[in-house]
């Protein structure tokens, strides 16, 4: 295999370099695509499907189809709660909170809005909602926020509504717009009309668009596009560009068939995922030792000729290591993490599956052997050997036992229940840097029911009126942020917080002339404060009335709260990432 | 063909007018085009830029059918968009990043097109009548296309254009700046105007006074003192009048003296701009092309021995000598007003009587003209004293430490640190105030949409990489920017800073307590 260069190379090279010795990427596509339409792949590799990521999955899909990830725990992503959420009171008060509808239908909102309150469209197709749908219906009209991915032929690849076959005029329109541009040698980036956003991405021969009503930045949906587009290259690595030089009006839409899920789902984290827009993974909170104790035996694997290991709970990191030189940028892991967590089949079977690392390396497919050892907890072996199955599937019963031995899984479960760093808990006066075992609470609640989701409990949130913070390492590029409480309780209003901090975010560090230092910001909703140093990144939100030099106070006291903790909420000591 | 190709041997700059109701069959399309600068672009080229802007307004009122396309964002060029009257577009592309100035706030540009197009109203009364009095479109393009190039003869930087930048995020176009003057001269001022009121009998004429390039007094509606005052500081002014010699308006920019537009492109008549802009020749109307007047024309205003200010732009009144006087329509009242400047030293009066009123044309007017010299001529002494005593200069408005800009919304009155000041600025700073306003237009065209009434409230303090504060206040109406370059580190100085600043200049309309 030609893919284990611990630095991503240049695509260009493999691309465009005729040389033809290093061959296998070509074959792996067609392998990919091949798996897509035999019904099954190759027996050899156990009860998996070999190349069951693109192919298996997309079958088992079909009965998953309204699993969301799972329950809430307090985890703090209220977000995450797809499935749960789907019966309750979605009450749309401010338009912003949803990417639905505007105003008009009263329906579901991301993950699951496919589900009608009442009555499920006999027509509903897994991971895709409305697909009766199309550019003349009102409703399509409406939606909040459309995405398309389209060839440089104007042929439909992927819609987040509607039906692509149907929508096949519309994105010839927007081909048409966009080469229009081109033709006057230029590149269109965004048409802005209204409330409305149009944002294109242009990708070689694949384009990709969004749509937008939900006052997001610029710079916000454009990197939702390119993760879109990390995500299919994911799946099919970027030597697809090759079908569409062999034949421009290549019908891209078989090769991706059924990954829809893969795909909504990433959309709908852009909602409640800040991993999104921070470029930064989170860990779940762990005693050091115990993250230590999980960190040993991956890196045991990783010696034996594993690339990457990483064990996760949800799109939280338990551990990580990388082979030697090798890093893991965490727009891989969060394109990972949700093709895994996406896809129903690799939660019933231990899978082998082929998937690209698209910062990693766009050209070049590697191998993830994925095992669930509970239903959030998973292991993901990253291999550049088609044939290592046997060898991680091996790997993968060595860190079970040494995991259950040493209490890893049991201490995941409890953390996931005990949550995170929560802002009723900032210590009054930073302790001095004890290290007091688990100290992210002092006085922790475990008796928090759904009810803390109902508008009646009207929080005050943390001293001095803070209400939620992101803290983010920039040297270990992970961030933590810290659960919701009330006031911030139902997901609209964690979606509105989260889109202000992308705003802000966005804000700091405008490409031509960022990053800024500090932004202090105070409009009908919040205050909000960040902090940008050479070390980390400070994002906070305090009551709209909040006085301005209490929250300075309290920012600092944050902080020293995050250094205090920092051995329990971040993987410390990774290999050092160097991109 | 391309649109960059184009726009590289024009200076970057492209503005066209056209109106979706035209040129809808095949063949037909060049009549959409009302006007084209540079006008000597082929016309596929102007009608790919018109095609790309016809198709875009149609594409995003799939989605937005209440506001269609405002601006497209491509790597190379910026697409503004304004739409003047209905279905009339106005559409103006610059290349980014040509130098190191060409960094633009859409909203800025944006109100570029909305001020041509108001003043264009103001002389001819709006597009679409125009067209409707000859569907030709022979009548409108041979007044568009004079009018535009003197409008964009105002921007000149040697050859170039120098359409408002980031250097300019201090400056609100649109806006009215204001003179600040004691009581006592206040009551002078009032007293002038009731005498002014009554030089044209009880008739419904209005009055505009100015000091310097600054209101002191205005009888007229917002919007049309936003034009008549526009208009004043950019040809009327003593300032105007004397040539550019002194540039420290807040409206002009730069010197009126190289008038590169009127100069090269305007007089160039190729075969391209003979066919669309001189059609009228053979036009229904059959006016000749002399004889549209160009009321932007620059040199054409002259002080009269009397103190009047007289143009012959209007042309002369038959068998006689005398200039004739300009009109001009009142938006509020759709009326046509002649238009009478009176000028005493760095005092301009402006008198505006219906025509409707006057029966027997320039002699009527001049009989009001001689009544306000008989009834005012003493006041006019006393208040120009009174408010050249109070004057500061030009950097009467500087406040020292802050460079900032007020805007009332509600009044369209705006101040800002004079540009001399400003330009004392590093480039970052500009900068990064530059992309806050963008943002906060942003946010303010959203709560405009959202809740009509409900006033945005908004307060913005970033510290650029530069160290300088870049600050933003929305309030009630009224907007504060500033820039502090040394206002320390912390945030709490910053906003002290700004706290101080509105406490001694604006009522307090921006504190907090």
Known sequence: MSTSSSSPSSDEELIFNPNPIPKPIDDELTLASLTLTESNGNGSVGESDRYGGAGVVLEAEREGEREGPSSPSSSGYAGERGSSSEGTSNSRIGDEDDDGIQEVINDHDGFVDGVGDSSPSPSWVPGKRHVDEDDASISWRKRKKHFFILSHSGKPIYSRYGDEHKLAGFSATLQAIISFVENGKDRIKLVRAGKHQVVFLIKGPIYLVCISCTEESYESLRGQLELLYGQMILILTKSVNRCFEKNPKFDMTPLLGGTDVVFSSLIHSFNWNPATFLHAYTCLPLAYATRQAAGAVLQDVADSGVLFALLMCKCKVVSLVGAQKASLHPDDMLLLSNFVMSSESFRTSESFSPICLPRYNPTAFLYAYVHYFDADTYLMLLTTSSDAFYHLKDCRIRIEQVLLRSNVLSEVQRSMLEGGM?????????????????RLSQQRILTQSPEIFSESIVGIGGPTGLWHFIYRSIYLDQYVSSDFSPPISSPQQQKRLYRAYQKLYCSMHDKGIGPHKTQFRRDENYVLLCWVTQDFELYAAFDPLADKAVAIKTCNRVCQWVKDVENEIFLQGASPFSW | MGLASASTATDGMQLCIFDLRRGQNEGQELDKILFFFPADLPFSTQLSVIGLSEGLITFTRIFSPEAACEVIEAERHSHVFYEAETDIWMVMVVEKGKDSDAIWRIDALRKVLKEVHSLFVMFYGSIRAMLEKDPSGGLIRSHLYPFIMDYLSDFPVGKKLQLPSFRDCLKERGTVQMLTMGREAAIEVQSLVSVLDSCAGNSSSYSMILFHDLLVSTTLSPDDTINLFTYAALRLSPNALSSGVNSWSYIRRGSTSSHFVSGSALTHSGPVSEQIYHSSDTSPVGNNINRVTRALQHGKWYKGKDGFLVTDIWGVVVGSLVCATPTVW??????????????????????????????????????VKQQLLENASLKILKVEEKLSKGWGGENAYHVSGYRYLLVDGDRNISRASPPGKVTTLAKESLLALSKLRDEVDLEKSRAKRDNAGCEKDLEVSIRAKNNAWAVARITGGKELYMVLEKASETLLYASDAVEKFSNR???????LD
């Open chain 1, 422 to 438: 929560r802002v009723e808990d900032l210590p009054v006066d930073p302790l001095p840097r004890s290290s007091m075992p688990h």
């Open chain 2, 330 to 367: 009142l938006q509020q009242t759709e009326e046509a007003m002649y238009l009478c400047p009176y000028q005493f030293k760095s005092l301009t009066l402006i008198l505006l009587i219906p025509v409707s009123s006057i029966l027997n044309g320039e002699q009527g007017v001049a009989l």
């Open chain 2, 505 to 511: 200049y604006c009522n307090g309309a921006f504190s």
